[in-house]
Nanobody, 127 residues
Framework: QVQLVESGGGLVQAGGSLRLSCAAS????????MGWFRQAPGKEREFVAA????????RSGDSMKGRFTISRDNAKNTVYLQMNSLKPEDTAVYYC????????????????????WGQGTQVTVSA
């Protein structure tokens, strides 16, 4: 049974930082690209960042570039999202997701390609 469990969300002031973690179990973690998505109330789920199975390739959404960094530790079956310079518009539920993908290219930004999802963790940024 595959489980993705996010943690690290919370309330932070604008300009602050948070580090999200997603612990995976029940799958061969190093065979999966990992992604972070977010969903604010009344809005569609939005791509945040993704990392290839090896950690060698990453990509992020336009509004996150320069502020958010994705990384992974395959020995710990964990993917991270370091979020700096947070803005109130970053307020959302953040989800991690796993995409079976051992290719050497960029990980996908399409949520439809992801096979497994976590339950999400709330991030609230106050002005």
């Amino acid at each position: 049974q595959v489980q993705l469990v996010e943690s690290g969300g919370g309330l932070v002031q604008a300009g602050g930082s948070l580090r999200l973690s997603c612990a995976a179990s029940g799958l061969t973690f190093s065979s999966y690209s990992m992604g972070w998505f977010r969903q604010a109330p009344g809005k569609e789920r939005e791509f945040v960042a993704a990392i290839s199975w090896s950690g060698g390739r990453t990509r992020s959404g336009d509004s996150m570039k320069g502020r958010f960094t994705i990384s992974r530790d395959n020995a710990k079956n964990t993917v991270y999202l370091q979020m700096n310079s947070l803005k109130p518009e970053d307020t959302a539920v953040y989800y991690c997701a796993a995409d079976y993908n051992t290719a050497w290219g960029l990980p996908t930004f399409s949520l439809y390609e992801y096979d497994y999802w976590g339950q999400g963790t709330q991030v609230t940024v106050s002005a």
